[in-house]
């Protein structure tokens, strides 16, 4: 798991268009590298108030910044500029295409600061920049397997190569199902507990099935065969038929399988001749349906079975009181 190293100018190139960004002044500061997803205003900084400022933040001026930017004598405005991009901030951006304060750029020029200016009003100006930024920033691992949407669950097909993770996808799509992405899965964390799967740009929509060779999903199945990504709801290993093996026969005792710390549910299918197991991936992801919507069909069976036997037991027991 790694990240590229992330400066303002890949920022500037990234989000140029979206964010309707001009480079303001010199572009000498366009190498330094944005260590934090966070994007802030610098608040009573500009008053003075520098004990709990973090300056690894990108830095954003919005309208009440720049007023009150404006509202400063000269002299006093370039003091505090001065203080506050002496810090090592990334960038600066300004929103709303507002006119600079005299004395802004030269001083940023001076100590490095790149000087963005965004036409975007400041809400928006977040409103698109955040989840950007936190995209870039979200913790990523490139996985061996294959992802399709079943019936909307997410499933992760694992298993050692040649097992036949293509083959039962690609029976799957045909039944009706979509590709994410094959043999190559680039996971990545959103928030806490969520893991988005997505295929390589250079092979996306594309499979290996031994003996036939590469072939294009979309091109054969049509575009709803297919989709750019899926949330990973269930990782389905797929293993050898081996009767010596101990397998979860209940499905009480649930298994699950660690992806960038976040547990996702684990289903062992084991393979033997003539299982379907493309029926079987259909009934994982219905069955993680009901879960989801907080019915258990395994925990309902055995809490029945649970039911009759304390009933069975109670009857059994009042007859060898009943001495009448």
Not at 171 to 186: N, S
Not at 191 to 213: A, C, F, K, P, S
Request: aromatic letters at 6%; proline letters at 4%; a negative charge.
């Amino acid at each position: 798991m790694n990240r590229k190293r992330f400066t303002v100018g890949w920022l500037f190139e990234l989000m140029q268009d979206t964010l309707q960004l001009e480079l303001v002044g010199s572009d000498a500061g366009m190498t330094r590298e944005i260590t934090s997803n966070e994007v802030a205003s610098p608040g009573l900084v500009l008053a003075g108030y520098t004990d709990r400022f973090v300056a690894q933040r990108i830095q954003v001026l919005g309208e009440t910044e720049i007023s009150y930017l404006h509202s400063l004598t000269l002299d006093r405005r370039r003091e505090v500029l001065t203080r506050y991009l002496s810090f090592p901030l990334p960038c600066l951006f300004v929103t709303k295409a507002q006119e600079l304060p005299e004395g802004l750029e030269e001083i940023a020029g001076n100590s490095g600061v790149p000087i963005l200016r965004s036409a975007l009003k400041t809400n928006e100006f977040y409103r698109r920049m955040k989840p950007a930024i936190e995209e870039e920033f979200a913790p990523s691992v490139t996985l061996h397997g294959s992802l399709a949407d079943v019936y909307g669950v997410g499933l992760f097909f694992v298993g050692q190569s040649g097992i036949g993770k293509s083959e039962c996808v690609l029976d799957l799509v045909e039944r009706g199902h979509r590709l994410v992405a094959d043999d190559l899965v680039i996971a990545t964390k959103r928030g806490n507990d969520i893991i988005i799967g997505r295929g390589h740009e250079l092979q996306r929509h594309h499979m290996e099935i031994r003996g036939v060779g590469v072939i294009d999903v979309q091109s054969i199945f049509g575009i709803r065969s297919v989709r750019q990504q899926k949330r990973l709801e269930v990782v389905v290993q797929l293993e050898e038929w081996d009767k010596a093996a101990e397998i979860d026969r209940t499905g009480l005792d649930g298994q699950t399988a660690m992806i960038l710390d976040v547990p996702i549910p684990k289903v062992v299918i084991p393979l033997n001749p003539g299982k379907n197991i493309t029926v079987v991936a259909e009934v994982v992801a219905m069955n993680h349906l009901m879960r989801y919507s907080g019915v258990d069909p395994a925990q309902l069976f055995n809490d029945r079975l649970i039911s009759r036997m304390r009933a069975a037991a109670e009857v059994r027991q009042y007859l060898r009181e009943d001495d009448e």
